[in-house]
């Protein structure tokens, strides 16, 4: 299956209060999401695909729609799913504090382009260790709490003093290492992200210092306005070739389809707001 590749990657732009903030210190401790999960699905020849996805209901995961591009067909084998990162055992092997199988698949998905890229995964088991994440339904709360003027394209516009992370679980393209993303904006600490085997800063709005890779699609962005607000998510991350392709914002057609397609289909109660 063959993805769109695009040039673009993440820039974030930031109040003009805020422009020309160089890179902060790569803060190690910052843990990831705890709704954050691993998603492997089987594929033909024995191969297992891995991305990330989001908890936003105890049977419900959202993740990229290129992920399960079969739809129904892609549970014909065993998709699994692992939420709560607890750690590493080895160099591949993800500790996770809840896993469960997947029994259902509603599906955006145009693979011509990369607007229509979404997933919702039902659960076999609600997974009750962890409580699903807060979800930013509505553009204009999403402006008012965050400044966030667009997602789309690779581009995140916030307002001075608001806080985002985006984790993933990709790897290397060459399959050399597995690693941990979380990436932070905050007025003090600058732009950061920190990686379980290196570092990668997003350097305002100057561009990325790193890279962005394979895995990490389906990956939550998550915002919230202040320090002791709740976190809530804005957006799954789509991917290609290595590349940040757009983000698909929680308030856009494509996860609006997808879950409209679930309370159909799965009776679902209306996700959590911030």
């Not at 076999?124 to 979800?135: C, D, K, L, Q």
Request: aromatic share 6%.
């Amino acid at each position: 299956m063959k993805r769109p590749t695009a040039a673009i990657l993440p820039a974030w732009i930031l109040g003009a209060a805020l422009v020309g903030v160089g890179p902060a210190r790569a803060d190690e401790s910052l843990p990831p999401l705890a709704q954050a999960c691993r998603v492997d699905t089987p594929r033909p020849g024995s191969i297992v695909s891995s991305c990330t996805g989001v908890l936003v209901g105890p049977r419900l995961v959202a993740t990229a729609g290129h992920c399960v591009d079969g739809g129904a067909k892609s549970i014909e084998g065993v998709i699994q799913v692992g939420c709560g990162y607890q750690g590493q055992d080895g160099l591949y092997n993800l500790k996770m504090l809840a896993t469960a199988e997947v029994d259902g698949v509603r599906l955006d998905y145009d693979p011509a382009g990369f607007r229509r890229d979404t997933a919702l995964l039902r659960l076999r088991h609600p997974i009750t260790e962890i409580p699903p994440i807060a979800v930013y339904r509505d553009h204009q709360t999403a402006r008012r709490l965050l400044g966030i003027a667009g997602v789309a394209e690779g581009e995140v516009k916030l307002s001075p003093g608001v806080e985002c992370r985006v984790t993933g679980f990709g790897k290397r393209p060459d399959g050399s290492g597995q690693r941990l993303l979380v990436s932070l904006y905050g007025p003090v600490n600058g732009q950061q992200a920190s990686l379980g085997l290196e570092t990668i800063v997003f350097s305002g709005s100057s561009g990325t210092q790193g890279e962005i890779m394979s895995g990490d699609s389906g990956g939550p962005l998550y915002c919230r306005p202040r320090e002791d607000a709740r976190w809530g998510l804005v957006a799954l991350a789509s991917t290609s070739g290595g590349r940040l392709s757009t983000w698909i914002p929680t308030y856009g057609a494509s996860f609006s389809n997808v879950i409209g397609l679930a309370r159909s289909d799965w009776k679902i109660e209306s996700l959590e707001s911030p």
